[in-house]
């Protein structure tokens, strides 16, 4: 069973950074767009930040410039490395990710989410 696990979320003041990352495990036999999704309380889900399989990537207008995705194909991870953060980033982050288990189709796969929480 393919599941995505993520890691590195905490309180952390304005202005602080984080970095968020997700790794998948399971069988696996690709992996294509990673992202990075978020839900604050009240609120519905958004994409915060995407990234293909050959690197390109796209954010929400909110966090460019300040918000960088990466992932590591070798090791089946994605990072989100958060800088300049403000309360309104405060939210569960979730890691998501299309993975296929054979050479057929993707399936779209998310982690049970990490809390960020920016206060004073």
């Known amino acids: 069973q393919v599941q995505l696990v993520e890691s590195g979320g905490g309180l952390v003041q304005p202005g602080g950074s984080l970095r968020l990352s997700c790794a998948a495990s399971?069988?696996?036999?690709?992996?294509?767009?990673m992202a990075w999704y978020r839900q604050a309380p009240g609120k519905e889900r958004e994409l915060v930040a995407a990234?293909?399989?050959?690197?390109?990537?796209n954010y929400v207008e909110s966090v460019k410039g300040r918000f960088t995705i990466s992932r590591d194909n070798a090791k089946n991870a994605v990072y989100l490395q958060m800088y300049s953060l403000k309360p309104e980033d405060t939210a569960v982050y979730y890691c998501?990710?299309?993975?296929?288990?054979?050479?057929?189709?993707?399936?779209?796969?998310w982690g049970q989410g990490t809390l960020v929480t920016v206060s004073s």
């Open positions: 399971g069988r696996i036999f690709s992996i294509n767009t």
């Open positions: 998501n990710a299309g993975i296929s288990t054979t050479p057929v189709t993707f399936s779209p796969v």
């Open positions: 990234i293909t399989s050959s690197g390109i990537t």
